[in-house]
């Protein structure tokens, strides 16, 4: 246990942090599903709209620092091929 003002402060900044980071992330793995859910029913447009809405999701987290930039953009380049595989499919 934290014995100091500054290292108590730190404990409460640690937990604050790792909520918001927690819920950015989360939001966004279910972002993710659901467009992976969309891509694989068939439908371009809306595919086309889910994709969008995603990859602004880890656009965002990726610039509030909750996603590494690689990571970020892993994310969008296998996104992206989905998206690709599923509008071949459906064309």
Known sequence: ???????KKR???NITRRLAN?????????QVKKFEAVAA????AKANQAF??????VDKAAK??????NTAARKKSRLARLL????????
């Open 11 to 13: 404990i409460r900044q």
């Open 41 to 44: 029913g068939g439908d371009a």
């Open 84 to 91: 690709n595989k599923a509008q071949k499919t459906t064309a």
């Open 22 to 30: 927690k819920s950015v992330l989360t939001s966004l793995k279910t």
């Open 52 to 57: 969008l809405r995603t990859v602004s999701m």
């Open 1 to 7: 246990m934290a014995h100091s003002r500054s290292a």
């Open 64 to 69: 509030t620092g909750r996603l590494h930039p």
